[in-house]
């Protein structure tokens, strides 16, 4: 079992930076990717940036995001960041953070979830 929480999220204006952190506790050694999901109102749940955790480090990120969003992990400390620059309203949504056993960006491979950190990017 693989525990995720996520910590970060507020309210923010457009245009400002926010960081989310998931920390990863258990059985971290099944852990090869972690990846950040979000689901904005009315939307479905969709993937905004992937990393293989434990080796390389190579990132993945969703269209939406690129050039604005960066995604970190401190593997030692078993934590991913989100780091969210020049944030736009239709950014706003329930970030989740995941773990996959293995490379993916089909939602059905990941594992394990956190509950989730409500970003609001509103003036």
């Known amino acids: 079992q693989v525990r995720l929480v996520e910590s970060g999220g507020g309210l923010v204006q457009p245009g400002e930076s926010l960081t989310l952190s998931c920390t990863a506790s258990?059985?971290?050694?099944?852990?090869?990717?972690m990846a950040w999901y979000r689901q904005g109102p009315g939307n479905q749940r969709e993937l905004v940036a992937s990393?293989?955790?434990?080796?390389?480090?190579?990132?993945n990120y969703a269209d939406p995001v690129k050039g604005r969003f960066t995604i970190s992990r401190d593997k030692d400390r078993n934590i991913m960041y989100l780091q969210m620059n020049s944030m736009k309203p239709e950014d706003t949504a329930v970030y989740y953070c995941?773990?996959?056993?293995?490379?993916?960006?089909?939602?059905?491979?990941?594992?394990?979830w956190g509950q989730g950190t409500k970003v609001t990017v509103s003036s």
């Open positions: 995941a773990t996959a056993p293995a490379w993916s960006d089909h939602e059905f491979l990941y594992d394990y």
């Open positions: 258990g059985s971290v050694f099944s852990i090869y990717t």
């Open positions: 990393i293989r955790f434990r080796d390389s480090g190579t990132t």
